[in-house]
């Protein structure tokens, strides 16, 4: 996002913010989905009122629930939003994101990046266990557990297999870019889709080669083109 950021940079005034809980960012509780809202509705006040917001994965739909209850966000666009929303993937649990509170809140920090790496992410379980050696890695997942959390009090409902509720962004009329990589799974561009139709005034773009870890330089030109529209 640093990288990212930096492109934008060259073009517009760009903050950068970690998320509730994560990097310098504090974390008042309790923590409800308003608080996240308000988070980005500050930021969008203290750049002057009115502001442009681009979001990866979870963050995406944060960024449209916001967007909803927001006059003062202008356009909107997200890479590879969270939806899980047909049967080309395993849905998330029903009960994933009351899971993932409970293990926050015992403080199970280790289980609760494993299950949402093979919950959400897909990972296989036997790799969890190689994956806890790179030390510095799995660290930086454990030490942000609590937190995700709060991405499912989001998106749990929306990675349930199921079409996207056509009321829940209704309020969005503003331009949306909805953006997924060309090599990433079927189930992403699916949900990809299935977004830009419930939105009023979405355009797909698929940015060919990429995948979820996607390559600001690649990614970059296409926010910049759209936000300059």
């Known amino acids: 996002m ?40 500050a930021l969008v006040e203290d750049a002057g009122g009115k502001a442009m917001v681009f979001v990866l994965s979870s963050g995406g739909v944060v960024s449209l629930d916001a967007a909803a209850v927001t006059p003062g966000i202008a356009k909107v666009g997200v890479y590879e939003p969270a939806l899980i929303v047909d049967d080309s993937r395993q849905p998330v649990p029903a009960d994933y994101t009351e899971h993932l509170t409970t293990l926050a809140a015992q403080g199970k920090r280790d289980e609760a990046v494993a299950y949402f ?5 897909g990972i296989p379980a036997e790799y969890i266990g190689g994956m806890k050696q790179d030390q510095a890695t799995w660290s930086g997942m454990t ?87």
């Open 2 to 41: 640093a990288q990212l950021a930096e492109l934008l940079g060259q073009h517009f005034t760009v903050y950068n913010y970690d998320r509730r809980g994560r990097g310098d960012s504090g974390d008042t509780q309790p923590f409800a989905k308003e608080r996240e809202i308000e988070d980005l509705q």
């Open 143 to 229: 030490g942000v557990a609590h937190t995700i959390a709060y991405d499912a009090a989001f998106v749990g409902t929306v990675m349930q297999g199921k079409p996207l509720p056509p009321d829940r962004w209704v309020k969005v009329t503003l331009p949306v870019l909805v953006a997924d990589g060309g090599d990433s799974s079927a189930w992403i561009h699916h949900g990809a889709d299935a977004l830009a139709n419930v939105l009023p005034h979405a355009s797909r773009h698929t940015l060919e080669g990429q995948i979820h870890m996607v390559d600001p330089n690649v990614l970059a030109p296409v926010i910049i083109a759209f936000f300059q529209k």
């Open 117 to 121: 790496l093979t919950q959400a992410v």
